[in-house]
């Protein structure tokens, strides 16, 4: 017989044995009445699916299919009710099922503490794999970092040198080195000339010496051939003193031709003495001479540095003061301007507002003929008013062509003597300024805060730039102090070390005087801080 349809809906999986059922667990399992024949009893052991089950209250003809979920509720019901319906074979083999599940559950949680079977080889080997990687990468990441570090302090190492380097190729300092330099020639010159001096002193005691002792030799030997002489003279005949009186004549040929040879070669050592002074004596002028053209040539490029950077700076200068008269220019063209606006302004109102006032007051003549007094004095007033607002702004537009007058009165003096303004300038500047004040606030009551507020942004903005080139000078001016500074305590370090190694260190103090240097900066002395530049670069 075919089996029946399965349910489309998904069954939740299990371990154990497929039984055809959503589910295995035996509370869920329908309990469905058992026939009192063996065939009845046969034909409801097998536990029915949802497909073909009929029940006594389901709606629709006999033999009709109901939903799964409909199913699994009358199954619980069915249970719930009555649970010992269940056959005796049925329940063996739930709890057989059961039992194998509880027993396979212990095998899956036995075999997985096994390290001899396959998948625990695996296992093991996965592990080991893992820790491996794990340790290499950690030491990858180790070394890492300490290459890291050593490419920091390397980097480190490398900006110091540059710093250091880049500070001993400025002029100042290779003139000061150069200073120290010409102090070490003139130290080992001072030291030949005194080797030179106490060898040739050496010398001349030797000579003096050796000719003293050869004398005294001579001197003993001519009394002891005297005093021989005198005894043989008694004992001998007239003959053997005449052979006695030559050997004494050719002993003395002998002695003055040993004194000769040894005055000939001690003149010869003198003069190769000399020659080998007046060589290395040469040799020294040549030194000398090649230090001096290296200081000239040194001095020369400095100066035609300084040159260049006095060019430089110049030109600079040039183009400041160039941009400065030009700004200076722009502004007195652009306040020229806005005073020629405002005078174009107020010149074309004011017979604007003289047509109207007077088209104002012929039509209130003519309408308020018929008032009162106070229509009159109400008139009159604003009639005064109109004068007093039309007198305030002609005196405004005069004071405004004054103004400008002064302006390039002002003008003419500054372009002829630029900084030294006189005292009659400077108190026609104060009293343009005072009027400058009243014809400001005359305006300001004439055309309102737009004025004023035009005034206030551009000296708002005369004010900042003004205050920006200050800054701007105070910072070249403390970096300057700084560098002289910097450069003062190196000279300082370095006639140090002239001093502890016993050279003179005049040359390197006369060279700072005659550098310009800021007075603040000659009053400091080496070994003020530990952090300063000179420690940082490894100088001190």
């Not at 109901?66 to 709890?95: G, M, S, T």
């Not at 003395?252 to 050592?269: M, P, T, V």
């Not at 105070?474 to 300057?480: F, M, S, Y």
Request: charged fraction near 30%; glycine fraction near 4%; charge should be positive.
């Amino acid at each position: 017989m075919a089996s029946p349809p399965r349910s489309t809906a998904p069954a939740p999986h299990k371990p154990g044995y497929y039984t055809g059922l959503a589910s295995d667990d035996p509370a869920l399992l329908p309990a469905l009445p058992t026939a009192r024949n063996p065939a009845g009893a046969a034909a409801h052991s097998a536990p029915p699916t949802a497909a073909g089950l009929m029940t006594a209250g389901a709606p629709g003809p006999p033999g009709s299919q109901i939903a799964f979920a409909d199913y699994l509720r009358l199954h619980r019901a069915v249970a719930d009710k009555d649970a010992k319906y269940h056959p005796p074979e049925w329940r063996r083999q739930a709890a057989l099922q059961a039992e194998k599940k509880r027993l396979h559950e212990q095998s899956v949680a036995m075999v997985a503490k096994w390290n001899n079977t396959i998948a625990g080889q695996r296992k093991a080997r996965l592990a080991a794999q893992h820790e491996k990687a794990r340790a290499a990468e950690e030491q990858r990441q180790q070394i890492d970092q300490d290459w890291a570090v050593v490419k920091a302090a390397e980097r480190q190492a490398m900006v110091e040198r540059a710093k250091k380097m880049q500070y001993l190729q400025d002029v100042r300092v290779r003139q000061l080195n150069s200073q120290a330099l010409i102090t070490q020639v003139l130290k080992e010159r001072q030291a030949q000339i005194d080797y030179k001096k106490t060898e040739h002193d050496l010398a001349a005691q030797r000579a003096l010496d050796t000719l003293l002792s050869d004398l005294a030799r001579l001197a003993a030997a001519d009394a002891a051939a005297a005093a021989r002489a005198q005894q043989t003279n008694r004992n001998m005949s007239e003959s053997h003193r005449t052979a006695h009186a030559q050997e004494r004549a050719d002993l003395r040929d002998w002695c003055a031709e040993q004194a000769s040879a040894a005055l000939a070669e001690d003149r010869a050592d003198k003069a190769r003495a000399t020659r080998r002074k007046a060589q290395q004596t040469k040799e020294l002028v040549e030194v000398l001479d090649w230090c001096v053209k290296d200081k000239h040539a040194r001095d020369a490029h400095a100066k035609d540095e300084a040159a260049e950077l006095d060019r430089i700076h110049g030109h600079i200068l040039r183009i400041k003061e160039r941009i400065a008269l030009q700004r200076r220019a722009t502004e007195a063209a652009m306040i020229r301007a806005r005073i020629e606006r405002n005078e174009a302004v107020a010149a074309q109102q004011v017979p604007q507002l003289v047509a109207f006032h007077a088209a104002r007051s012929d039509f209130l003549q003519k309408i308020e003929h018929a008032h009162d007094g106070d229509g009159d004095r109400r008139a009159r007033a604003e009639a005064e008013q109109r004068a007093r607002n039309t007198a305030a702004t002609v005196e405004a537009l005069q004071l405004g062509i004054e103004e400008r007058r002064q302006q390039q009165v002002l003008a003419r003096l500054e372009a002829a003597d630029g900084r030294k303004a006189s005292e009659a300038v400077a108190r026609a500047a104060a009293h343009s300024a005072e009027r400058r004040k009243e014809r400001v606030k005359r305006i300001q009551a004439v055309y309102g805060d737009l004025y004023r507020k035009e005034i206030d942004d551009h000296l708002r903005a005369e004010r900042a730039e003004r205050a920006a080139h200050h800054r701007e000078h105070q910072d070249a001016a403390d970096r300057k102090l700084r560098e002289d500074r910097d450069l003062h305590q190196f000279a300082s370090h370095l006639c140090r070390d002239l001093r502890v190694i016993g050279n003179d260190p005049a040359p390197v103090a006369k060279k700072l005087a005659e550098m310009d240097l800021d007075p603040r900066a000659r009053g400091l002395h080496f070994g003020e801080r530990e952090d300063d530049t000179f420690h940082r670069l490894g100088l001190d």
